[in-house]
């Protein structure tokens, strides 16, 4: 099948007044139909960069500097603005980590959530405000023909969370970017709110990118995983494989810190020495200087993906590809 979406040799630069720094270098996965990809890495890492890119949104000056992106085989990393607008939304649907950024203080969460069907969708006031009860429901929130009318400060941090991932799925996108869904939330709701969006996705075969620093959401709710170390792709495979069997050193750290489903960025620390600055990034494979297992070929020349069963893995320990 053809994937919901491609992303093929991805370069995204920021110019600086001391050159420029490539955030994003090479990145390639696909996202089958269906399937929700977990993207993992550290903070600067370029998690939140990638789908930025995926939806048009890097903030200049910062630009997409080579690779494509394609929606379901059509490249859309070169559409004009008006297009990328619409298809933001209707096609692909986005949930924040912070829920304010996401709802207007000023409006209900009804209101909200009609405009954004009737933007999209041909339907009624009245169809719309069904539909609304339906979504609000649908992502659990209690009484929901008497919430629809609740301002987004009526709700907890948590079924506030959920009325984003309402809005998200109004025009019933093919695609969803979670960018660090719960990173907002109390420990003991991120699980609710993981699972609420693993389920919405099944039940409507919708594709998803899932964006967190935290392997313990990773090993809950994605089907495969990207991890990424200074702005490329260590490994990306079967979510199954890597926990059970992980093949780049990296990767190896990170399972280190599964312990639980919450996370800071400090558990990811746990592995000696700490992501190079931008303008830093080591020779060859970026992560020799961290590594247990640098041979003299790791600074020497910048590993590829050498393809494991499922898995592609840019190391030397599994082959000699080259980027
Ligand atoms: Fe370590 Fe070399 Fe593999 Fe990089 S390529 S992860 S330095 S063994
Ligand atoms: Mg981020």
């Not at 009860?133 to 919430?147: C, K, Q, S």
């Not at 558990?267 to 640098?294: D, T």
Request: hydrophobic share 40%.
């Amino acid at each position: 099948a053809t994937p919901v979406i491609s992303v093929r040799d991805l370069v995204v630069e920021f110019p600086t007044r001391r050159g420029v720094l490539r955030a994003i270098d090479k990145v390639s996965f696909d996202v089958a139909p269906g399937e929700i990809l977990g993207v993992v890495g550290e903070s600067g890492a370029g998690k939140s960069i990638t789908g930025s890119a995926i939806i048009g949104l890097i903030d200049p000056p910062g630009r997409v500097a080579g690779g494509e992106i394609l929606l379901k085989g059509k490249r859309i990393d070169n559409l004009p603005e008006e297009e990328m607008r619409r298809l933001r939304g209707k096609r692909i649907g986005m949930v924040f980590q912070d829920p304010l950024t996401s709802l207007n203080p000023l409006y209900t969460v009804g209101e909200q959530i009609i405009e954004t069907i009737r933007t999209h969708l041909p339907m009624s006031e009245a169809q719309a405000r069904k539909r609304a009860i339906e979504l609000l429901a649908d992502v659990g929130i209690p009484a929901p023909d008497n919430r629809v009318d609740s301002y987004p400060h009526q709700f907890s941090g948590g079924m506030r969370q959920r009325v984003v991932i309402a809005l998200a799925l109004c025009a019933e996108p093919e695609f969803i970017i979670a960018d660090e869904p719960t990173t907002a939330l109390d420990v003991s709701l991120q699980a609710q709110i993981i699972a609420v969006f693993k389920r919405v996705c099944e039940e409507r075969g919708t594709s998803a990118i899932l964006i967190t620093h935290d392997m313990g959401v990773i090993a809950e709710a994605a089907d495969r995983v990207a991890v990424l170390y200074a702005g490329r792709v260590a490994e990306v495979g079967p979510v199954r494989d890597m926990l059970g069997k992980p093949l780049h050193p990296y990767t190896t750290g990170l399972m280190g810190s599964i312990p639980s489903i919450a996370g800071t960025d400090d558990r990811l620390r746990q592995i000696p020495g700490s992501m190079p600055r931008l303008n830093r990034i080591p020779s060859g494979c970026a992560f020799h200087p961290r590594c247990e297992h640098e041979m003299p070929v790791c600074s020497q020349k910048r590993p590829g993906l050498n393809h494991v069963g499922q898995t592609d893995v840019a190391c030397f320990l599994h082959g000699d590809a080259t980027a």
